[in-house]
């Protein structure tokens, strides 16, 4: 199998990679868009990206390559990897000598307030991956250093300046796993979607939020996005307990699906915590099925044939 992911070799995501599929051919990629991208066309089979961390959020880029790309993209796996940052540079430098920190920005965001206390006065410089930044760094003539993995500065021969800098401890990235189809459920499972909601009227977020709540669908993830249409429109991504497979989540997907102008689902995936949420008994698929049948055996009791003029 060839896995692309967000490169080069040396990243968080290449170590998401290697734990999402150790046997595939990895094939690193320059940027999120370049995964997503290669995954649609069919150059690679699956690519791994980072969407959420426990310090800075929701990653963006990836967000809106999957919301607002062309479809033919799924999320179908994900993998949680403990982030601890290290404050890279070249051999004989010190941390005095350090005028620009290079990274990634959600690296660089996840670090903000040790850089605020230890280097208040240098530059912050993006990169398009922590490795990338690693490399660029190794190759500048420059006193500035990279925020990345520890095992970056083997690769690039860095020295490590200052070693667990994050600024809160318990730092986790949730990567995914992206095909051109879902998985099949495990019984431990998430859905991720955006809701495009077309006319703007009110109550409508409680509508949809009422259709998990009364069928007893935890929610793990709500939060917006601009449109990128229209200032003051906004979009929403919700992560949901289940998986479509099940009566419940069905049923919940389908009535939303009437109330909006759009409802895409991102992807339907085994949890990588693997807790599984039980359903209430009331809302389990057996109390569905018996339901239908309850429905059917009802809609038995009419007349075979239209009704005639009533009697005069």
């Not at 007893?216 to 200032?231: V, W």
């Not at 997907?253 to 990588?272: K, M, T, W």
């Amino acid at each position: 199998m060839r896995l692309g992911f967000l490169g080069p070799e040396g990243t968080f995501t290449s170590e998401a990679a290697r734990r999402a599929a150790p046997a595939a051919e990895r094939i690193p990629l320059p940027t999120i868009d370049a995964v997503v991208d290669a995954v649609r066309n069919g150059d690679i089979d699956q690519g791994v990206v980072p969407i959420e961390n426990s310090i800075e959020g929701s990653v963006n880029l990836t967000l809106d390559a999957l919301a607002f790309g062309p479809p033919g993209v799924l999320i179908r796996g994900e993998i949680l990897v403990p982030i601890s940052m290290a404050l890279l540079a070249r051999p004989g430098l010190a941390l005095s000598d350090i005028t620009a920190v290079r990274s990634q920005p959600h690296a660089l965001a996840q670090c903000r307030g040790w850089l605020a206390a230890h280097l208040p006065d240098v530059a912050l410089e993006a990169a398009t991956s922590t490795a990338e930044a690693a490399r660029q760094v190794a190759e500048a003539d420059a006193p500035v250093a990279a925020l990345g993995p520890p095992v970056a500065a083997e690769r690039y021969g860095l020295a490590v300046l200052a070693d667990d800098i994050q600024d809160y401890a318990g730092n986790t990235t949730r990567f995914v796993v992206l095909g051109r189809r879902m998985a099949r459920p495990t019984g431990a499972d998430r859905t991720s979607l955006v809701v495009f909601f077309g006319e703007d009227r009110p109550g409508l977020l409680l509508t949809i939020l009422n259709e998990f709540a009364l069928r007893g669908i935890n929610l793990s993830k709500i939060e917006s996005r601009p449109t990128k249409q229209a200032l003051g429109e906004y979009c929403i991504f919700v992560d949901c307990a289940g998986h479509p497979t099940e009566a419940r989540v069905g049923e919940a997907l389908r009535s939303v699906h009437r109330h909006v102008a759009e409802l895409r689902v991102l992807g339907a995936y085994p949890r990588a915590d693997g807790i599984r949420e039980e359903p209430r008994a009331a809302d389990s698929d057996a109390a569905y099925a018996a339901a239908t049948a309850w429905y059917e055996d009802l809609l038995a009791l009419m007349d075979d044939e239209p009704a005639g003029r009533p009697p005069s």
